[in-house]
């Protein structure tokens, strides 16, 4: 059986680390855990165009403040254009998103106060765009109803003309705007997308979230490519057999679409002060560490500790990077449910661990909601580091950081229960 030494926590392996192994034990085990330094920094912004879900809302955490999330997209013409008529009525314009199945929020469903405004800039479906420009936009909101809350519903489908459509938020658009389009109808403006482009550039949706309660609002999921999400036209033609029917135009968002979403974080809103001083303080071990998705924070952990490994006669069997979720866990607000490492370059590119070689399986990160904690298998890497390959530092971030809301906050090395800790174990040779 083999014999199993326990070393003390947090220290420089001493450099006889592994003589006490029993000697007629071909399969000794030493396992060590090692000195940790973490901190919580601003994460960048990411490229959010062309993604495959949008975001639209806001919410108040307690310990992050607020996010708040808006989404841009232009629209095309779905149909050969429609001739010019007298006796053509503008009923109303509807600006339809579907809401993305299952993964419909994160947060609550409270109603909110969505604005709508329309873009003064052309966008190109070959740019890319970041979550941190805000479009140029021109003249007022452009809801028919402006400043009142409607609560989303994304589980209910509504019936319109006699059709059960797909859940979606529906926002009426002003008459002067579905007059407006009415009036092109006939003309250039309707000819071709490119001539649409120039008529109706598209739309910046966002919220008003002033008045927000802690724990009120959240982020709404979106598919912009669901043959649901686009801007239709009701109308009347009274020149028509039959005057009274109320028809339709639709003008789809689609993959020739450029859309993307647009984030801000109000840190200071946050009534726990805890993100605000380990963001102004990154020297000191954390007891905390803060991750939040679409560009909100990251965690830097750096393990010096493991280049005391260099050349003792040891073999790196597994290194186990344990982390534990901290403090109560709103039901809105479930952790990540993964967590993804890497370390960078000499260039300070972002690269991927040599642990991926396995496969995303292979280095986990996936929350263990049961123990409240995720887990890495972080191998490779540290063996690097011992080697002196690698840069002992790593980051880590949420997976799916631009489509998803989630947040977490861990217990960092100097945390007083449960602390952060990286566990190697070794075989001697």
Request: glycine letters at 8%; one cysteine or more.
């Given at each position: ?18 003589n ?67 006796g ?24 909110q ?49 006699g ?53 009120q ?44 979403c ?52 040891l073999?790196?069997?597994?290194a ?41 399986g ?7 909601q049961?123990?409240?904690?995720y ?55």
């Amino acid at each position: 059986m083999a014999f199993v030494l326990f070393l003390g926590a947090c220290r420089k392996p001493d450099a006889d680390l592994g003589n006490d192994l029993l000697p007629e034990d071909p399969l000794g085990l030493v396992i060590d855990t090692v000195a940790l330094h973490a901190h919580t920094r601003v994460d960048t912004n990411f490229r959010s165009n062309s993604l495959s879900r949008q975001l639209l809302g806001s919410f108040l955490d307690p310990r992050f403040g607020v996010t708040r999330a808006g989404l841009v997209t232009q629209m095309r013409i779905g149909a050969a254009n429609i001739g010019a008529s007298s006796g053509v009525v503008a009923d109303s314009i509807v600006l339809a998103l579907a809401f993305d199945g299952a993964n419909y929020a994160y947060g609550n469903l409270d109603p909110q106060v969505f604005r709508v405004h329309e873009l003064d800039e052309r966008l190109y479906i070959d740019s890319t765009y970041r979550s941190n420009r805000v479009p140029a936009t021109t003249g007022a909101d452009l809801l028919a109803v402006r400043g009142g809350r409607v609560k989303p519903e994304p589980f209910k489908k509504p019936f319109i003309l006699g059709d059960s459509l797909a859940p979606q938020l529906r926002l009426r658009l002003s008459d002067d705007l579905a007059q407006r389009f009415r009036n092109a109808f006939g003309t250039d403006s309707l000819a071709s997308n490119d001539l649409f482009q120039d008529f109706f550039k598209g739309v910046y949706v966002t919220v008003d979230d002033a008045g927000q309660a802690p724990y009120q609002g959240g982020l709404l999921y979106f598919n912009l490519l669901s043959s649901s999400s686009r801007l239709v036209l009701y109308y009347r033609d009274l020149n028509s057999s039959d005057p009274s029917l109320t028809r339709t135009v639709d003008f789809p968002i689609n993959s020739n679409c450029a859309r993307y979403c647009v984030v801000e974080h109000d840190r200071s809103q946050a009534i726990d002060d805890g993100l605000i001083a380990a963001l102004t303080d990154t020297t000191v071990t954390a007891e905390a560490v803060y991750i939040q998705s679409l560009a909100g924070t990251r965690m830097v952990l750096r393990m010096p500790g493991l280049e005391a490994y260099r050349g003792l006669p040891l073999v790196l069997a597994k290194a186990e990077l344990v982390a534990r979720v901290d403090g109560p866990i709103y039901p809105y607000h479930q952790p990540p449910g993964q967590l993804i490492l890497f370390r960078r370059n000499d260039q300070s590119q972002e690269v991927f661990l040599p642990d991926l070689v396995g496969g995303i399986g292979a280095l986990d990160g996936n929350y263990r909601q049961d123990a409240r904690e995720y887990r890495f298998n972080i191998t490779r890497f540290a063996l690097g580091v011992i080697n002196g390959t690698f840069e002992p530092e790593l980051e880590a971030l949420a997976a799916s950081n631009g489509i998803t809301g989630n947040r977490t906050v861990l217990h960092g090395p100097a945390a007083q229960a449960d602390a952060m800790r990286l566990r190697l174990t070794f075989t001697s040779y």
